[in-house]
């Protein structure tokens, strides 16, 4: 959104407010009018709010306090909460500017993201004195785009003052400006965005922001510090996939970064003498990529290293992608919305979470790669029964044994419950029977199984 309002709305100009404690000053009282007036009006629930909001706080003294003002701290709820205060502000700002109605009702038409457009409308609104706005906000960090810095200056005093006359809150001045994006940059959760001039127009140029580097090389130093004081080869190898897993989770954040190369590029030189210096040379360009997620994404980087034929992922290969839209339809706080983000996700997430960070000890990385996949692929249900499996009724099944040369590759595994994975390997009849019974299987469940059972050279079961 920020990279849109620059670039293709032409907005130079931007406000960075900085709301005081915010979530420390929040008014219960007007809280609660803003949740009631939001349609949410079960007392019960309400109730259940309020002493959530008034939960004593034990200070290092062991004294207890009962606050009369904002939302815990880590509180689970305290995001929603902010939310839900902070709602007013944007229907206010978009009040300005993208609602305001205009003498002559102007066609409209919607993206491919849901996103509405409205040029003709906006090309009669510039025509008037009103100061074009656009808010981007995240929780209680904000941004609001002018076209003019003499209509930043206007918008920052004008949001100044809604905020203390309507929400009772207090922006700070020494984090708060009004800054010029050709001249300096804006910080924006991990980002810092300026535009560069490239021909006879504008475009934006942003980087990792020095706050968020400085976090990353802590993060990624510290992983490389435990990696090296791994007190065997199992735990060495639960850590490397944790480095690998904070490398690519930094990866997959900034990559919509124009200069993401650059930054990871400078991050990488000095972690990679970490790694020589900690690891003591057990670093090599010697190894087999299989296929999976590293082989897939880092296979043709020249900078991959292997810590025992294990993969390494490099920090410094990152490939940038362009900044989209989510459709607008996507929305956890509408029914239409939540149904979207249920179809898009239906697997159990819990259980997938569980697969990452419980890898099968002694099997390799692809394996472990390819269980997930596997997760993911088959909706978390049993290949055979087709029926959803729990975490600890997972089983990866090689289709062709390992004794018999078979690999860890994609192709020749499969999940399983474990009530089939014992079916496939069973030879005495009184097991059969027991599973066979238990499972009720019909003809297409037992065609299924006969084909991996013979795979897995035992004979099929005839019934």
Not at 150 to 177: C, F, H, M, N, Q
Not at 189 to 206: N, T
Not at 217 to 239: G, R, T, Y
């Amino acid at each position: 959104q920020c990279m849109r309002l620059i670039q293709v709305q032409h907005l130079y100009h931007v406000v960075d407010l900085d709301i005081k404690g915010f979530f420390d000053n929040i008014s219960h009282t007007k809280l609660i009018r803003q949740i009631w007036a939001l349609g949410i009006r079960e007392k019960k629930l309400l109730c259940i709010i309020k002493e959530m909001l008034k939960a004593p706080v034990v200070l290092p003294n062991g004294e207890k306090t009962y606050p009369t003002r904002g939302t815990p701290q880590g509180g689970i709820l305290s995001p929603l909460l902010a939310n839900i205060v902070l709602n007013e502000l944007d229907w206010w700002i978009a009040s300005q500017w993208e609602q305001m109605p205009t003498k002559t009702k102007f066609k409209t038409r919607s993206n491919a993201q849901g996103t509405e457009i409205k040029s003709h409308a906006y090309r009669a609104l510039r025509r008037s004195r009103l100061k074009e706005m656009h808010a981007v906000r995240y929780a209680d960090d904000f941004k609001i785009f002018c076209a003019t810095h003499e209509d930043a200056v206007r918008a920052y005093k004008a949001t100044e003052l809604w905020l203390k006359d309507r929400l009772g809150l207090e922006i700070s001045p020494d984090k708060s400006k009004v800054v010029n994006l050709k001249r300096q940059y804006s910080d924006f959760l991990g980002f810092k965005l300026k535009v560069r001039k490239k021909g006879k127009k504008y475009v934006v140029r942003s980087h990792m922001s020095d706050k968020a580097y400085k976090k990353a090389h802590e993060k990624v130093s510290e992983e490389v510090k435990k990696l090296a004081h791994s007190s065997d080869d199992n735990a060495q190898f639960m850590q490397l996939q944790k480095y690998n897993s904070v490398v690519a989770g930094l990866h997959e954040y900034y990559c919509i970064s124009t200069e993401v190369s650059h930054d990871f590029s400078r991050l990488a030189f000095s972690i990679n003498k970490q790694l020589r210096n900690r690891l003591n040379g057990d670093l090599s360009k010697k190894g087999q990529l299989r296929n999976g997620f590293i082989k897939e994404k880092y296979g043709a980087s020249r900078q991959m290293r292997f810590l025992h034929g294990r993969p390494v992922v490099p920090l410094g290969y990152v490939q940038s992608k362009n900044a989209q839209h989510k459709r607008k339809s996507i929305n956890k706080y509408t029914v239409k919305g939540r149904e979207q983000i249920h179809k898009n996700l239906a697997i159990d997430t819990a259980t997938m979470l569980w697969l990452m960070r419980n890898p099968v000890k002694g099997r390799t990385i692809e394996y472990a790669d390819n269980r997930i996949s596997l997760y993911a692929a088959q909706y978390g249900k049993c290949a055979v029964t087709g029926i959803p499996m729990d975490s600890h009724d997972i089983h990866c099944h090689h289709k062709v044994p390992v004794s018999n040369g078979g690999s860890d590759e994609y192709a020749n595994l499969i999940l399983v419950s474990k009530a089939v994975h014992i079916l496939i390997h069973a030879s005495s009849e009184p097991t059969i029977e027991k599973y066979l019974k238990s499972l009720n299987l019909d003809n297409k469940q037992i065609e299924k199984l006969n084909k991996l059972r013979t795979m897995a050279e035992m004979p099929p079961i005839i019934l």
